[in-house]
């Protein structure tokens, strides 16, 4: 049975290709493509000979083939010896479970042409395959799901390099296999954007100085930045970022604080309630995009302590608000 050496992201990866050569024709909402990709992988880690031992390794991930060889000089080996030519470029071709390449050698130390080695190499599966089934992937409402199917695989065949020996190549390890994916394929395609809480707060004492709160919060993740500026300064004396603890009704913070050269200046402490308000929806349409986002407003009630000059109440000084947006638009593969 085939031993599937390749981690599941690779697996993940390939699915992305095939999502971009999946074709069909003309799908309703609810059509489904198919792709499939093809596989194969050739390791020969010494092949020896009269004038001296190779290697070969060759690869096919969907529409991309690749190969690489090196020899080594009589009385040298792959086993920890440098080797005196070395593959600079491959062209490969595959018919069934018939491959043939060409590589371009050249000197491993000068880098200078040193001919072509060619290869054939037929390979007939054997054993039962192995199939690594991939989660589905979403995006919006179009879904992908795919598996990878791969077995064991006798090589026949041969190397030949630059001075016209052969070497057989039926000692290599081989697979062969396939990926497969299939994708819904509907008329619109349907994307979510990444729900946000935004909020701005300018506070402005009695005493002229003036707080300017900015917070984010995308992904689970909130963010903060705090500027504080002196009575009729346009340039922050303070200023400081940092992450924020951030829940369905409370926000807390300590967001540490430089001056304007760049030496700590303690902290911004901000600790506040967060009341949700009626929602409100903005929708429309441009050409053939269609777009609703639907808000709602949130009020922050709190202060933030600075330390180097005091409290500043955030109560009616800050428009805040959550997000999420939806868009629809035609779909270029139906």
Same mark, same amino acid.
């Given at each position: 049975m085939a031993t599937d050496h390749r981690p599941l992201w690779v697996l993940r990866g390939l699915l992305a290709l095939a999502t971009l050569i999946l074709a069909g024709g003309?799908?309703? !909402? $609810? *059509?489904?493509?198919?792709?499939? +990709? &093809?596989?194969? @992988?050739?390791?020969?880690?010494?092949?020896?000979?009269?004038?001296?031992?190779?290697t070969l390794f060759a690869d096919q991930q969907g529409p991309d083939l690749f190969a690489s060889a090196a020899v080594w000089t009589p009385g040298t080996s792959p086993d920890g010896d440098p080797p005196a030519l070395v593959s600079a470029g491959s062209t490969l071709h595959r018919a069934g479970d018939t491959?043939?390449?060409?590589?371009?050698?050249?000197?491993?130390?000068?880098?200078?042409?040193?001919?072509?080695?060619r290869f054939v190499a037929?390979?007939?599966p054997v054993g039962d395959p192995t199939v690594s089934d991939s989660r589905p992937t979403r995006d919006g409402?179009?879904?992908?799901?795919?598996?990878?199917?791969?077995?064991? !695989? $006798? *090589?026949?065949?041969?190397?030949? +390099? &630059?001075?016209? @020996?052969e070497r057989s190549i039926s000692s290599c390890t081989a697979t062969v296999g396939q990926i497969v994916v299939i994708r819904n394929t509907p008329s619109r395609i349907v994307e979510h954007e990444a729900a946000q809480t935004i909020a701005e707060c300018?506070?402005?004492?009695?005493?002229?100085?003036?707080?300017?709160?900015?917070?984010?919060?995308?992904?689970?993740e909130t963010?903060?930045?705090?500027?504080?500026?002196?009575?009729?300064?346009?340039?922050?004396?303070?200023?400081?970022?940092?992450?924020v603890a951030l829940d369905r009704r409370t926000l807390v913070a300590a967001l540490p604080l430089i001056d304007v050269d760049g030496y700590p200046a303690g902290e911004a402490t901000v600790a506040a309630t967060v009341d949700r308000l009626g929602p409100r929806v903005a929708k429309g349409r441009e050409g053939d995009v269609d777009f609703k986002v639907?808000?709602?407003?949130?009020?922050?009630?709190?202060?933030?302590?600075?330390?180097?000059?005091?409290?500043?109440p955030l109560d009616g000084a800050c428009t805040a608000y959550h997000q999420r947006g939806t868009i629809r638009y035609p779909n270029p593969e139906a």
């Open positions: 003309p799908a309703t !909402a $609810a *059509a489904l493509t198919r792709a499939t +990709l &093809p596989l194969f @992988s050739l390791g020969c880690a010494e092949l020896p000979g009269v004038s001296g031992s190779a491959i043939t390449g060409t590589l371009e050698m050249v000197d491993a130390v000068t880098g200078e042409s040193a001919g072509e080695a037929v390979l007939r409402n179009m879904v992908d799901r795919g598996y990878r199917s791969e077995q064991d !695989a $006798a *090589a026949d065949g041969a190397l030949v +390099l &630059p001075d016209g @020996s300018l506070v402005r004492r009695v005493d002229d100085h003036v707080l300017d709160l900015l917070l984010l919060s995308e992904d689970g963010f903060a930045e705090v500027k504080v500026f002196a009575p009729g300064s346009q340039d922050p004396a303070f200023f400081g970022s940092g992450p639907f808000f709602r407003d949130l009020e922050l009630r709190g202060t933030v302590v600075v330390s180097a000059v005091g409290s500043f």
